[in-house]
């Protein structure tokens, strides 16, 4: 068991990832602390701890999380994820930047903002 006083907010979010990539969902709400709240930017949409795990364990076509760069401090971090899943035989890719504040070495509150990373941008728009 490991114990949570002892990770700093990036470590965390380290092992909420690695948590996720293995669909461990059983050891997801010990990541939580009991007042958690996740906020999606993108949809307006707020959980609660066992809400939120609900979604990610029932969350169709899910295959992978990476997470792919974490900054923070002791109780703070902001991490960028590729999530991948799949819908029918087409693979989709996602990107999601995760802001995470700890409480008791918990993760309390969460910020979401997810992208598709398959859509095109409009014509005119790409650099270079």
């Given at each position: 068991?490991w114990?949570a006083?002892?990770?700093?907010a990036p470590?965390?979010?380290?092992r909420?990832?690695?948590?996720?990539?293995?669909?461990?969902?059983?050891?997801l709400?010990s990541?939580?602390?009991?007042?958690f709240v996740?906020r999606?930017v993108?949809?307006g949409?707020v959980?609660d701890?066992?809400?939120?795990?609900?979604?990610?364990?029932?969350?169709?076509?899910f295959?992978?999380?990476?997470?792919?760069?974490?900054?923070?401090?002791d109780n703070r971090?902001a991490?960028r994820?590729?999530?991948?899943?799949r819908?029918g035989?087409?693979?989709?890719?996602?990107e999601?930047?995760?802001?995470?504040?700890?409480?008791?070495?918990?993760?309390a509150?969460?910020t979401e903002?997810?992208?598709?990373?398959d859509?095109?941008?409009?014509?005119?728009?790409?650099?270079?």
């Amino acid at each position: 068991m490991w114990n949570a006083e002892d990770m700093d907010a990036p470590a965390v979010m380290a092992r909420l990832a690695a948590t996720i990539d293995a669909h461990n969902w059983d050891e997801l709400p010990s990541l939580l602390h009991e007042d958690f709240v996740c906020r999606y930017v993108h949809t307006g949409e707020v959980f609660d701890g066992p809400a939120w795990v609900r979604l990610n364990a029932g969350y169709p076509g899910f295959e992978h999380l990476v997470l792919e760069d974490c900054v923070g401090t002791d109780n703070r971090a902001a991490g960028r994820s590729l999530v991948t899943g799949r819908s029918g035989q087409q693979l989709q890719h996602f990107e999601v930047a995760t802001f995470i504040t700890l409480r008791n070495g918990l993760i309390a509150e969460m910020t979401e903002v997810w992208a598709d990373v398959d859509e095109v941008a409009p014509a005119g728009t790409r650099p270079g």
